[in-house]
């Protein structure tokens, strides 16, 4: 079995900073993208960062130039740098990745728990 597990989330004041973290851990063979959404209260779950196995990113444009994802293959874990945060960022973060299990298994998506990130103003 696969799991994702966030940390890093929390509160901070608005220009303020945070890391997040997401780990996966079990039998992995492979992972294919990885991915940060956000979901705000009474909205839908928003893409907000990509990062491929090869490294390419992308952002929506809300937090480009503010965020920045990386990942640790060797740790199977993906980071989100987050600066000059705005009371807009809160929500609850989670991760995403694809997933392959085996050498010759089905790739499957897995997400986290989620990690609760507030700014005040």
């Known amino acids: 079995q696969v799991q994702l597990v966030e940390s890093g989330g929390g509160l901070v004041q608005a220009g303020g900073s945070l890391r997040l973290s997401c780990a996966a851990s079990?039998?992995?063979?492979?992972?294919?993208?990885m991915r940060w959404y956000r979901q705000a209260p009474g909205k839908q779950r928003e893409l907000v960062s990509t990062?491929?196995?090869?490294?390419?990113?992308d952002y929506v444009d809300s937090v480009r130039g503010r965020f920045t994802i990386s990942r640790d293959n060797a740790k199977n874990t993906v980071y989100l740098q987050m600066n000059n945060l705005k009371p807009e960022d809160t929500a609850v973060y989670y991760c995403?990745?694809?997933?392959?299990?085996?050498?010759?298994?089905?790739?499957?998506?897995?997400w986290g728990q989620g990690t609760q990130v507030t700014v005040s103003s």
């Open positions: 079990g039998r992995i063979f492979s992972i294919n993208v």
């Open positions: 995403y990745a694809n997933i392959q299990q085996t050498m010759d298994g089905p790739r499957y998506n897995y």
């Open positions: 990062i491929t196995s090869g490294g390419s990113t």
